[in-house]
């Protein structure tokens, strides 16, 4: 942490030098001279800040800027200068030449660092991407991945993986997801033989992007099944994965696993990716319907999520009053939405779970209702509507859905007295459990906790520093939560 | 013409023939030796080699399999037909953007949900639907299966059962009759749970047999516990969760103790 210092000092005398030059060039030559210090001393972490502090410049970047950082950073004529440099558009001349004077004194004493030619191909792909040159994206990524397969270097890894991260999406923001499938599974073979966690992280999770953009669930849960597992070392790659994971075991009907993966990725995505954070919502939902129950009214009325959910908000109330045709307008009225969301097929397995309801309601209503009743109050509109009903109660009885008996020769259905729950034993398991889950949860958040390294060696370093560590952090904190813009 | 497409044809006209005829140990024969004289097409998933006649093999080779899926099914034979399906199945998705659509392709897809319903793979039938477009979904084959599966789930088995007088292929009717027998079971499990007793003649009617004959004898067979008494089935209800008259001591003691251990932990 002493060298934070040193780096931070050091930049400083070259800002008042030139202070002609616009602040975002400083702000790219500071990150610039992070990774330098970060690969001499094999600290991952700050190259990892390095990246965060990018992210957050990128909306600042300009073709100006961008070309006098290439040219600052690496030498003109050199190959990868000359590669990158006809990735920029052609700007006026006067700024150009601002850069290219300052640029002219520092750069022929530079050697160049592996870990600097690539953060330029990152930086270059942020801003193709942000001017929407997405055909242009997609040749400098994949021209970056070319470069990268030659590279092994542990402080390249977190470059890399945001490298990984934008190439496949500058394929998906023009449709040809399916072409890079083959080069993913290469590159996360590679980065699995290096030892790579991180790109592994990344890649699994753009693979299975990449299959379920083509709903091959298949594909996605034979990879995911096979691939080796260990812990997290990002939370927004943790969190995409579990969604995808969540989003595998709906499709597969194992239900309960796929709540608790899909409610965990929205608890633990940034407050800030609200998109990714509207998608798990949906999914949750869905399931929480599918396995029978009823989604709390808050959940829809999360801030900034109302209009997103109302369609699954008009579909919990079907379900939970249990009307068939309510549920078939609904269903309806909003298959545009269902069918964008891709969630028309899971929409079509509800009517199951509308029919359980009601059935439920009718039973705790009546203590004996004739089959043509049921059937008009669910409003099943088939030929045979008695004969559906009475083989749709007898499966309820039997799956526990509801406590009754039919008689087939009066043709009507008798409700069972619900006995007093609290004379069995169920309450207690039930607060059992509850306890359980309360204490799990505080051993996990013990183990969760994060110690910050050497905090045993400086015993007598001042007050200060430390105030000044928990403020970075909380800094790093609050930009890592802005890096959520790709969600 | 290519020699090698020629003989492929040439063999191919011979295996139809036999097909049409139901010669089933032929066709069998043929398609094997058709099967080996594939593999020597480099056009052919998993290469999609660029040959000249990428698209003519293309096109035989999903024909061939085609053809064996309906002839598996024709010999009554599930292994057979999850084979074939896979192997066509390249030819469906992969080799989309290749080949001129087939006409056959939603009833094999239609033929193969029904499969993976009579064997009760639910999971798989729901990952093998999320592949068929909207387009798909609307087709009478494809429909078919989606709606057998509704039914199935939501226990209308009488829907199920009427279904077999709607196939919308003829292929279809070998499925249809496996899930019957599925249904009879699961008509007699539900009934088991939801009826006290009912008449051997609602029985009869309600499990589908023609016959008082066969009623009793797949009784006897299946559900030895029920009782028949004076024209009437009774069925043994499951013995029902009494209150609970005594206190589970010693459960109580264990998980008392192993809150008194976590709370330990936390102070």
Same mark, same amino acid.
Do not use: W
């Given at each position: 942490m002493t060298q934070d210092v040193e780096m931070k000092d050091h930049p400083t005398p070259s800002h008042s030098v030139s202070s002609a030059v616009p602040s975002t060039l400083q702000h790219l030559k500071e990150i610039a001279s992070l990774i330098e210090t970060g690969s001499y001393s094999k600290e991952v972490r700050r190259i990892a800040r390095a990246v965060r502090l990018s992210i957050a410049l990128r909306k600042k970047l300009t073709a100006s800027v961008v070309s006098a950082f290439l040219d600052y950073i690496l030498v003109p004529g050199s190959e990868a200068h000359s590669r990158l440099t006809a990735y920029v558009p052609k700007e006026d001349d006067h700024e150009m030449e601002v850069d290219t004077a300052t640029s002219a004194l520092q750069a022929p004493s530079?050697?160049?660092?592996?870990?600097?030619?690539?953060?330029?191909?990152?930086?270059?792909?942020?801003?193709?991407?942000?001017?929407?040159?997405?055909?242009?994206?997609?040749?400098?990524?994949?021209?970056?991945?070319?470069?990268?397969?030659?590279?092994?270097?542990?402080?390249?890894?977190?470059?890399?993986?945001?490298?990984?991260?934008?190439?496949?999406?500058?394929y998906e923001l023009t449709g040809d997801l399916a072409e890079i499938r083959g080069n993913l599974l290469a590159l996360h073979r590679i980065a699995t033989l290096r030892r790579d966690e991180l790109g592994q992280e990344t890649l699994l999770n753009l693979l299975l992007r990449n299959y379920l953009h083509y709903n091959l669930y298949d594909q996605a849960e034979k990879l995911r099944s096979k691939a080796p597992r260990f812990e997290a070392h990002s939370n927004q790659q943790f969190c995409r994965y579990l969604f995808y994971l969540g989003k595998i075991r709906t499709i597969q009907l194992e239900y309960t696993d796929a709540k608790e993966s899909l409610l965990q990725a929205a608890r633990k995505a940034p407050v800030a990716a609200r998109g990714f954070r509207i998608q798990c919502n949906k999914w949750a939902i869905l399931v929480r319907?599918? !396995?029978?129950?009823?989604? %709390?009214? /808050?959940?829809?009325?999360?801030? $900034?999520?109302?209009?997103? !959910?109302?369609?699954?908000? %008009?579909? /919990?109330?079907?379900?939970?009053? $249990?009307?068939?045709?309510?549920?078939?307008?609904?269903a309806e009225k909003f298959s545009a939405t269902f069918s964008t969301d891709r969630t028309h097929n899971l929409i079509v397995r509800l009517r199951h779970n509308v029919i359980r309801t009601g059935l439920r309601n009718i039973s705790i209503s009546y203590s004996r209702i004739s089959l043509a009743d049921v059937a008009q109050k669910l409003r099943l509109n088939s030929t045979n509507p008695v004969a559906d009903a009475e083989s749709i109660v007898a499966k309820a009885i039997r799956d526990g859905a509801i406590d009754a008996t039919l008689d087939h020769a009066s043709g009507w259905m008798v409700s069972k007295e619900t006995g007093d729950i609290y004379s069995t034993n169920e309450p207690q398991i039930a607060f059992n459990s509850r306890i359980a889950f309360c204490l799990n949860m505080h051993n996990e958040a013990v183990r969760a906790l994060r110690f910050p390294p050497n905090t045993h060696k400086e015993k007598e370093s001042a007050e200060k520093r430390r105030e000044r560590q928990q403020q970075e952090q909380e800094l790093a904190k609050h930009i890592a939560e802005e890096d959520d813009d790709d969600f | 013409m290519d020699p090698k497409l020629t003989v492929v044809s040439q063999l191919f006209e011979r295996f139809k023939a036999a097909l049409v005829r139901n010669d089933f140990d032929t066709s069998t024969n043929l398609l094997s030796q058709l099967k080996v004289l594939l593999t020597e097409f480099r056009s052919l998933p998993p290469l999609f080699e660029e040959t000249p006649n990428a698209v003519h093999e293309l096109t035989i080779a999903r024909d061939i399999y085609e053809h064996a899926v309906v002839l598996s099914v024709k010999t009554e034979d599930q292994d057979a037909f999850e084979r074939d399906f896979f192997q066509l199945k390249p030819y469906y998705t992969d080799a989309r953007n290749r080949l001129p659509s087939s006409s056959q392709e939603y009833p094999i897809l239609g033929l193969n949900l029904l499969r993976l319903l009579v064997q009760n793979r639910i999971a798989e039938f729901h990952t093998e639907l999320e592949l068929?477009?909207?387009?798909?979904?609307?087709?009478?084959?494809?429909?078919?299966?989606?709606?057998?599966?509704?039914?199935?789930?939501?226990?209308?088995?009488?829907?199920?059962?009427?279904?077999?007088?709607?196939?919308?292929?003829?292929?279809?009717?070998?499925?249809?009759?496996?899930?019957?027998?599925?249904?009879?079971?699961?008509?007699a499990g539900c009934s088991e749970k939801a009826y006290d007793y009912f008449s051997i003649s609602d029985a009869r009617q309600m499990l589908l047999f023609s016959s008082d004959k066969e009623l009793l004898e797949y009784i006897k067979e299946e559900h030895p516990e029920w009782e028949i008494k004076?024209?009437?089935?009774?069925?043994?209800?499951?013995k029902e969760s009494a209150p609970c008259k005594e206190i589970p001591s010693l459960q109580l003691i264990n998980q008392t103790l192993s809150y008194a251990r976590e709370l330990e932990r936390i102070v």
């Open positions: 530079k050697h160049l660092l592996p870990e600097l030619e690539i953060y330029c191909y990152l930086l270059m792909l942020l801003f193709l991407i942000d001017q929407k040159r997405y055909n242009e994206a997609k040749a400098c990524s994949s021209a970056s991945i070319v470069r990268l397969k030659n590279l092994n270097r542990r402080t390249v890894d977190v470059l890399a993986s945001r490298l990984y991260f934008y190439y496949s999406y500058s319907l599918l !396995l029978g129950e009823i989604p %709390e009214r /808050t959940i829809f009325m999360q801030k $900034g999520m109302e209009k997103a !959910l109302r369609p699954y908000f %008009e579909l /919990t109330n079907a379900v939970r009053i $249990g009307d068939l045709e309510l549920f078939r307008n609904v | 068929l477009s909207s387009d798909a979904l609307e087709n009478p084959c494809i429909k078919h299966a989606v709606e057998l599966e509704q039914s199935f789930m939501e226990g209308a088995y009488n829907r199920v059962l009427s279904a077999r007088q709607s196939v919308p292929h003829d292929t279809y009717v070998y499925f249809l009759d496996l899930l019957a027998k599925t249904v009879r079971d699961e008509i004076n024209d009437f089935v009774f069925f043994q209800k499951a």
